[in-house]
């Protein structure tokens, strides 16, 4: 559904840091029945089946009122566990999911920083927009605050622990490389950093991650790419998205 103005005016937060609320999500999730973040399937399809096998087992993390589950279903996938923090969006999607017949994708309430899954079970775990959130109020983006260091690194390594071997990690964001490329080439991790861009004039990125398959010599990705700036291009985004990625407080 595309909200009315009157409705979207209804769930924006008054500055981006009620994003970092749980309950401005759950507020927001007993209004709203569906939104998506930074474009819908259709502007990424061409590469996630790329990269999502039909036989996958497929974790959505930070699934709010999406449709991508429905989308990843209807296209073959139908080992899907999707989480979200938000009780009220968890129950909405279950009750959506079981009214469309979708009875074998998994929607559980959890949170992103404490999977509670056994290591190395999922072939992919995907997130869109969601490690977005813990970016909010991070003060620099090239040297973030120590809190949203640390929420980022907890978050990346429950992803790496719960991937099987060679399996992918694929982000959906606005974050750039430049900004990105510290926290996925941590010691820590296992995994290749490659990235695609999606959308009309402005760039969203996505990023694929494949654990084990990180270079011997550990060379970063070096691929250039030419990111269009934001404000010659905000019409074109939706209009949270343009918000979620400028700091409100400062506008």
């Not at 982000?171 to 900004?179: R, V, W």
């Not at 996505?206 to 700036?229: M, W």
Request: proline letters at 5%; charged letters at 30%.
């Amino acid at each position: 559904m595309d909200p009315s103005d009157g409705h979207k005016c209804d769930v924006l937060p008054a500055t981006a840091s009620a994003y970092l609320d749980p309950n401005y999500w759950e507020q927001r999730f007993a209004q709203e029945e569906h939104y998506e973040w930074f474009k819908d399937y259709s502007y990424f399809r061409h590469l996630i089946v790329e990269y999502i096998k039909p036989n996958s087992s497929v974790l959505e993390i930070g699934c709010g009122n999406s449709k991508l589950c429905e989308e990843l279903y209807r296209d073959g996938i139908t080992e899907l566990t999707c989480i979200d923090l938000s009780s009220v969006a968890v129950e909405k999607m279950k009750q959506r999911l079981l009214s469309k017949g979708y009875k074998e994708i998994k929607a559980l309430e959890a949170d992103m920083l404490d999977l509670p899954f056994e290591d190395e079970c999922f072939d992919v775990v995907i997130e869109k927009g969601t490690m977005d959130v813990l970016f909010v109020d991070s003060g620099d983006p090239w040297n973030p605050e120590p809190v949203t260091v640390s929420k980022v690194m907890t978050m990346l390594e429950g992803v790496h622990r719960v991937l099987k071997p060679h399996g992918i990690f694929i982000s959906i964001t606005f974050g750039q490389p430049h900004f990105r490329r510290r926290f996925f080439n941590a010691p820590s991790f296992t995994w290749s950093v490659e990235w695609r861009t999606f959308g009309d004039g402005f760039h969203y990125f996505f990023y694929i991650l494949r654990k084990g398959e990180r270079p011997s010599d550990n060379i970063e990705n070096t691929e250039k790419i030419d990111v269009p700036s934001i404000s010659l291009f905000h019409e074109e985004l939706d209009d949270e998205d343009y918000l979620f990625r400028t700091n409100l407080d400062e506008m």
